[in-house]
């Protein structure tokens, strides 16, 4: 059974810094691309960061690159994204999820997700 649970939300004021993880198991997620997303109210469910199975590659989107860091450790299972000054843009739901695929920015090209967590930037 795959099974991702994100942690390390929470709130936070601007230009601070947070590090969410992401627990994975089942399926040999290890070799899966691991992918961050974030939903803020009224919003779609926007691309933040990925990553490839073997952790060599890395993708951002636009308003994130230089602030946040997507890496994982398969040893241990977990994903993890670094970030760092944070503004009240970034206030979302972040999710995590795993694709069979080549780090895709598409959420349709990932197969399993997390919960998610909540992460809130104080002004």
């Known amino acids: 059974q795959v099974q991702l649970v994100e942690s390390g939300g929470g709130l936070v004021q601007a230009g601070g810094s947070l590090r969410l993880s992401c627990a994975y198991s089942?399926?040999?997620?290890?070799?899966?691309?691991m992918g961050w997303f974030r939903e803020a109210p009224g919003k779609e469910r926007e691309f933040v960061a990925t990553?490839?199975?073997?952790?060599?590659?890395?993708y951002y989107t636009g308003s994130v690159k230089g602030r946040f860091t997507i890496s994982r450790d398969n040893a241990k299972n977990t994903v993890y994204l670094q970030m760092n000054k944070l503004n009240p843009e970034d206030t979302a739901v972040y999710y995590c999820?795993?694709?069979?695929?080549?780090?895709?920015?598409?959420?349709?090209?990932?197969?399993?997700w997390g919960q998610g967590t909540q992460v809130t930037v104080s002004s």
């Open positions: 999820a795993a694709s069979s695929g080549s780090s895709p920015m598409a959420a349709s090209l990932y197969d399993y």
């Open positions: 089942g399926r040999m997620l290890s070799a899966y691309a």
């Open positions: 990553i490839s199975g073997r952790g060599g590659g890395t």
